[in-house]
DNA sequence: CCACCTTATGTTAAGGTTAACATCATGCTG
DNA sequence: CAGCATGATGTTAACCTTAACATAAGGTGG
């Protein structure tokens, strides 16, 4: 090793004046860091991995990363892993069970000391690798009982059933939805189960299934927002609409806006998920609030937490949800009218 | 190792089997990829990187990644990279160079084939130690002579110059400048260089150093809103507003239309930079917009090539910028309203 | 002043992979 | 069928660090 020659000591007396200073006289010790500092020594951490069985890395895999909520739930992780000195290999799977499979895969050749997944949907051979390599996995944005370790997020179809709920509150009686279709919940388990709250709420409220609507491609605003603009004039008796995001959401309500329809005079409209976007559009998009920035800290925190005491338990954190009424439906009748 | 005994093939076989397909038995190789499979093997790639002296992994930098347009980019780079079997380590230095430091220090550590990083100030140390590892390097967002190496972004002081000159072209004369303050354009270089455009297009234009307001925290919405309401609401000869980012300049719409003033009729608003909130507010902010996503494929592209050709030169990409107009300014004397 | 402890440092081996070289069988050329 | 090219596989060593054990110098107590 180059520092050791420069400071006439061996490699192991080096790697004590890193890792365990107090092991090293303080005069060695300082002539190692001036020589470090000198020769710009950087420790190989592939060797120290090698060796120690430990890597510092945490692997995080997200569907996404632009735009969307997940950008939250990374900077909460990441400031999270930060400060513990740990850090982060990212990868986005693009709502794909198969990709993630293939990124998991890939990854766990850095021997990561943990793993944060998004949702519970994943391929058995993801789950088989995982277990395999023994490494302690924490699931984001859905708890349930199909969680394979840990997990911190909230319960999907409650959250479905909550903002259904409260369209029925404000008097809302023919209630569409405007859904991200079959293809994208086959894909999108949190997506599914949120649906399957919906039409629940539908039920226990005596209400038959929702007229359904079906988007193409629910990330994208102007065309969502077109589709479910067209499904409101085409379908004169509905009163009000669920959007299965608030991406379609707030094109609706542009949309409907360019087109004279009045929100909510004429028509409510909900979403699902409250990116920056759903309080800025006026009127403001009534939704269902994630703590996206919270459920990334307290992941990263479970993850520190087993790793500080590797027999805790798997614990499951249910960080809610709120669903936060804005100027795009009318008020719960009998309460005030949201700003 | 496991598979190599499972298979009764030496470890070398195995390593060729995966690296060098061809350089195996047809029958051979079969066998090892069952075992692989049946063992769920994942080879180390700390040992693999300790050996050939390439890790595979591309270190990233951004400021924040939160609700930016940092997280466009990333996603940018991570799609990119993924195609190239490249993984991504990120980071976030909060506008903070001392930390960019250290992330870097700690990154190098895992031997990176390539760097990408946000802006150029970064401090001494962090170029010696890219410089030493010898390790190829992309500064994103900010393309000018300072750059260390490759670059894809655009000028900054050019995009500060063309908004400015865009409201005089509008036929404001009294424009204000809601800016991000000092400190912040201490750390922010990009938003300083902006600065210097927009004061230069002023004075190229005839007139005086623009009235200027600093908001504490540019990144939140309804207090910058707030700020630069109040300074409208209290210099009534200003026309319009120039705010430093889109986060103000959204805000500042909302804030208005709350206190009764008109934008644009009453006065005029941009921003620079264009997340989707600045289309989504109404009316829409006219701003600055930034290929973010491209920049984030573009940077990667001219990393993977060089690391393709490790002789190829700096490659400077400007993906430049577009001014948008829309609602929140009047339209260009002569020229169609903005929608 | 010897046995023993402490402190500082050194030596050896191992971790998993692969480059480089070595070996061996097979088949082809002349 | 000797000589040699080809293809398939094996062996060795090295990449850099650190755990575990070893050594040496100095100090303590009886």
Redesign the pocket.
Same mark, same amino acid.
């Given at each position: 090793? +180059?520092? !050791?020659d420069h400071v006439? #000591? *061996? %490699?192991? /007396? #080096? *790697?004590? %004046?890193? =890792?365990?200073p +107090?092991? #090293? !006289? $303080? %005069? /060695?010790?300082e002539r190692v860091q001036e020589a470090i500092e000198a020769l710009g020594? #950087?420790? /190989?951490? !592939?060797? =120290?991995t090698? @060796? @120690? $069985?430990r890597s510092g890395v945490i692997v995080v895999v997200v569907p996404t990363i632009d735009q969307s909520v997940f950008s939250d739930t990374v900077q909460g992780i990441s400031n999270t892993l930060d400060k513990a000195g740990y850090q982060l290999l990212l990868a986005c799977a693009s709502y794909d069970p198969d990709k993630e499979e293939d990124l998991v895969k890939a990854f766990l050749?850095h021997r990561p000391d943990g793993v944060i997944l998004t949702g519970t949907l994943h391929t058995p051979t993801t789950r088989r690798h995982l277990a395999n390599a023994g490494v302690p996995v924490v699931e984001m944005w859905d708890v349930s009982d199909e969680n394979m370790d840990m997990a911190v997020g909230f319960n999907n179809f409650e959250a479905g059933y909550a903002i259904a709920q409260h369209m029925f509150r404000c008097g809302y009686e023919r209630v569409g939805y405007v859904a991200t279709g079959p293809a994208h919940e086959a894909r999108e388990n949190r997506a599914a189960t949120r649906s399957k709250g919906i039409y629940a709420a539908f039920s226990d409220a005596g209400f038959a299934e929702p007229v359904r609507m079906n988007v193409r491609d629910p990330l994208i605003i102007q065309d969502s927002g077109r589709i479910a603009a067209d499904f409101v004039l085409s379908h004169p008796d509905i009163d009000a609409i669920i959007c299965a995001n608030e991406i379609i959401g707030v094109g609706a309500i542009n949309e409907l806006r360019e087109r004279g329809v009045s929100v909510p005079d004429d028509i409510g409209v909900s979403g699902i998920g409250d990116a920056n976007i759903a309080a800025l559009v006026s009127p403001g998009l009534t939704t269902v609030q994630f703590p996206g920035y919270e459920i990334g800290t307290q992941s990263a925190e479970l993850l520190l937490a087993r790793l500080d005491d590797p027999t805790s338990t798997s614990e499951r954190r249910d960080v809610g949800f709120d669903v936060v009424p804005r100027g795009s439906t009318v008020g719960i009748k009998g309460c005030d009218q949201p700003r």
């Open positions: 090793m +180059d520092v !050791a006439g #000591v *061996s %490699a192991m /007396t #080096v *790697s004590r %004046a890193l =890792n365990q +107090d092991k #090293v !006289a $303080e %005069a /060695t010790r020594y #950087v420790p /190989t951490l !592939a060797a =120290n090698l @060796r @120690r $069985e050749g």
